[in-house]
């Protein structure tokens, strides 16, 4: 899949992908949008909350409108939306076919690209003391750099510093680790539900 993300100043990003992936992920967001339109909006009430079943709902017309134009301008908070829907749909993974899994895998990629936070700069060493990964690759430098000036990042960079922190893991480090690791918990949830499993051997 070809895709081009460029965030910008304000809060959101321009994602560009390849039509066939544009139409996947629409057909994605009607799926999503099925599923949820079964749901008893009482029962949610009582479980969870339905202003919750709404986000979901839009959500998912995020999702349907990546087949719209081929540049999509993305709210953080669309991105946001859609995101939790795809995170929702992998609870479900099983009600799904094998290439509507393989795009919601892909959707939660592109996704966790475009949806930033913001880290405590609290908690963040100084540049200096990061692992040397870090410091020599240019993307995770960069990353870096925006979570010590509390500048949003995307959760796939936070969860690409948090594999690389994890792999030599310092006493200094373990607050930020301990950080990330529930930044991000709902997208390595996901994408461990999604992975293709394999069959037992007979």
């Not at 749901?39 to 087949?67: E, Y």
């Not at 953080?76 to 795009?103: I, K, N, S, W």
């Not at 609290?122 to 870090?134: D, H, Q, S």
């Not at 796939?156 to 918990?185: N, Q």
């Amino acid at each position: 899949m070809k895709m081009t993300i460029l965030h910008h100043a304000e809060s959101g990003c321009l994602l560009t992908m390849d039509d066939a992936a544009r139409l996947r992920f629409e057909m994605l967001g009607s799926k999503a949008l099925g599923i949820l339109e079964k749901q008893d909006p009482l029962l949610w009430a009582h479980a969870a909350d339905t202003g919750f079943l709404k986000l979901l709902k839009r959500g998912a017309g995020v999702l349907q409108d990546f087949g719209v134009s081929t540049i999509i301008e993305l709210e953080d908070g669309q991105a946001h939306q859609a995101f939790v829907t795809c995170c929702l749909l992998a609870l479900r993974v099983e009600d799904l076919r094998l290439r509507d899994r393989r795009t919601l895998r892909e959707a939660l990629r592109v996704l966790s690209e475009c949806c930033t936070v913001q880290v405590n700069p609290v908690i963040v060493p100084p540049l200096g003391t990061a692992p040397k990964k870090v410091k020599d690759t240019p993307r995770m430098t960069n990353t870096y750099q925006r979570m010590v000036d509390n500048k949003p990042v995307s959760l796939a960079d936070l969860l690409r510093l948090l594999k690389i922190l994890e792999a030599g893991l310092s006493p200094t480090f373990v607050p930020l680790a301990c950080d990330l690791r529930i930044v991000t918990e709902g997208l390595r949830k996901a994408l461990e539900q999604t992975k293709k499993k394999r069959r037992r051997p007979r």
